[in-house]
């Protein structure tokens, strides 16, 4: 029977809540399929780097190295500057690692109410392929004179060729396993250098891919069409912040970002990808014991889909469909409930058992 060997990284706040859930769950759909996750959890985050000064070692990427995958829970404490956090343990795992792909898709799920009239269960169905090593996530500039009249802050974005290209390939061809329309969101009547050669990347990688059709939209405009007419949209193609962007808007008009999953992918398996839902820490939340934890167990989905276990990823998929479709069926707050974390757990698992 094959093992899988996953890094669990609860973090933060409400990380913390969710991943146990989202572990259980795992654990539970493992009894009936034929195969084994081996669960190792590393305690790094913002309480460490208050005790010891480090949000993870400096050896932590070689430590997570020979893993299948790694999941994540949240990172962001009120008590420490999200600068600092992020470029401690998120973001250099997402860029060392080359996690190129951020794959987030968004449904509205049966027995969900929108919050935009007019919509049902599965008539918003989108994914978006966020880019996710570069662009304006890269850590490159200064600042200089501090606190000075003149004080100057540079922050550049880098776009290359490879980066873009690789990413904008992928977004195709999941377009082609899907229902066949690519949106391209940029902002290239303003960033002339970086989102034009976006631009004409898309148009070149469009040449192989004729059965797609390919659309255009301008980051404002794309964030107003979210909110307008959310159904017309297929997969979505993004740089590292307006991906950043759109996903919670997508998140938030599919419901909530409680509900929300999320890969950060290395398709050639060069490395571990990393799995963590949409959302973050929660600050506002944490402690409450009323975070919802379905985003997390759909991301644990999206991880089992990795690992090479569809049936066990369709489960799980299938549990959580048939929770939300259920009219007396526990709900967190954000989905307008008052059920807890726990309780929402425990009755997914009943969705899960046969
Ligand atoms: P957030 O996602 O933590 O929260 C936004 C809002 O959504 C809050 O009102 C929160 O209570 C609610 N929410 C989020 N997840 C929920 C869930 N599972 N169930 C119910 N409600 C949920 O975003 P924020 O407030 O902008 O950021 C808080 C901290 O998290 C910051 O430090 C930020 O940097 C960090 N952050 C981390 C990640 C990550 O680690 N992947 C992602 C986003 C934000
Ligand atoms: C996300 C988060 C992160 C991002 C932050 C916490 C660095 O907002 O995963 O969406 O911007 O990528
Ligand atoms: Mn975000």
Redesign the pocket.
């Known amino acids: 029977m094959v093992t899988h060997e996953i890094a669990v990284v609860p973090?933060?706040?409400?990380?913390n809540e969710?991943t146990e859930s989202a572990m259980t769950v795992l654990k539970a759909i493992t009894e009936s399929n034929n195969f084994d996750i081996e669960l190792d959890t590393f305690d790094w985050g913002s309480q460490r780097y208050l005790n010891e000064g480090e949000m993870m070692p400096e050896d932590g990427l070689d430590q997570l190295e020979d893993f299948d995958s790694v999941f994540?829970?949240?990172?962001?404490?009120?008590d420490v500057p999200?600068h600092i956090?992020?470029s401690g343990l998120?973001l250099p795992i997402r860029k060392g690692f080359d996690q190129y792909i951020c794959k987030r898709p968004n449904v509205l799920f049966d027995g969900i109410e929108s919050p935009l009239r007019g919509y049902t269960g599965n008539e918003i169905d989108l994914v978006v392929y966020r880019e996710n090593t570069e662009g304006e996530y890269a850590d490159v500039g200064g600042r200089e004179h501090r606190n000075q009249d003149h004080e100057v802050a540079i922050q550049s974005a880098t776009f290359t060729r490879r980066g873009t290209e690789r990413i904008v390939r992928r977004a195709f061809e999941a377009a082609v396993d899907r229902d066949g329309h690519l949106t391209s969101v940029t902002k290239s009547n303003v960033q002339t250098y970086s989102m034009v050669l976006w631009d004409d990347i898309v148009e070149e990688v469009s040449e192989e891919f004729p059965e797609v059709t390919v659309e255009r939209l301008l980051v404002d405009r794309a964030a107003m069409d979210l909110v307008q007419r959310p159904d017309k949209f297929d997969v979505l193609v993004a740089s590292n912040l307006f991906g950043d962007i759109v996903t919670?808007v997508a998140a938030a008009v599919t419901g909530?970002?409680?509900l929300a999953p999320?890969g950060n992918i290395n398709p050639e398996g060069t490395h571990p990808s990393m799995f963590?839902?949409?959302?973050?820490?929660?600050?506002?939340?944490v402690g409450e014991g009323?975070?919802?934890?379905?985003?997390?167990i759909l991301t644990g989905a999206m991880m089992l889909d990795h690992l090479g276990e569809p049936d066990a990823a369709t489960e799980v998929r299938r549990a959580v469909d048939e929770q939300l479709a259920a009219s007396d069926g526990p709900r967190?707050?954000?989905l307008g409930g008052t059920a807890t974390t726990d309780i929402v757990t425990e009755d997914l698992l009943d969705w899960i058992r046969p």
């Not at 973090?11 to 990380?15: K, L, N, S, V």
């Not at 963590?276 to 939340?285: F, Q, R």
């Open positions: 973090g933060d706040g409400i990380g969710v994540l829970g949240a990172v962001g404490h009120p999200d956090t992020l998120l919670d909530s970002l409680g999320s963590e839902p949409v959302h973050g820490s929660a600050p506002d939340i009323t975070a919802n934890p379905l985003a997390s967190t707050p954000d």
